[in-house]
Nanobody, 116 residues
Framework: QVQLVQSGGGLVQTGGSLTLSCAAS????????MAWYRQAPGTQRELVAS???????TYADSVKGRFTISRDNAKNTVYLQMNNLKPEDTAVYYC??????????WGQGTQVTVSS
């Protein structure tokens, strides 16, 4: 059984910072891509950032220069450092892990609220 446990998130003022983390545990074989998605009320879930096993990163245009994704392969953990947060960053953030044999897993979600 595979578990993704997220931590971090919460309420912050505009311009503030938060760090999210997501640790994968259980019978998971060779994690490839790790990513963060977010979903605001009434919208579709969107990709925020992703990182390959080798460290190649991609970002949504809306977060480039403000968010940084990183990972620790030894700990099967992915992080999202979010700086200069804006009210439009308010959403539930989900981590996503893609592993061998086409196995994909989602975290439980964590609320990030940015007040203006």
């Amino acid at each position: 059984q595979v578990q993704l446990v997220q931590s971090g998130g919460g309420l912050v003022q505009t311009g503030g910072s938060l760090t999210l983390s997501c640790a994968a545990s259980g019978s998971i074989f060779r994690i490839n891509t790790m990513a963060w998605y977010r979903q605001a009320p009434g919208t579709q879930r969107e990709l925020v950032a992703s990182i390959s096993r080798g460290g190649t990163t991609t970002y949504a245009d809306s977060v480039k220069g403000r968010f940084t994704i990183s990972r620790d392969n030894a700990k099967n953990t992915v992080y999202l450092q979010m700086n200069n947060l804006k009210p439009e960053d308010t959403a539930v953030y989900y981590c996503f892990v893609s592993a061998m044999f086409g196995s994909n897993y989602w975290g439980q979600g964590t609320q990030v609220t940015v007040s203006s």
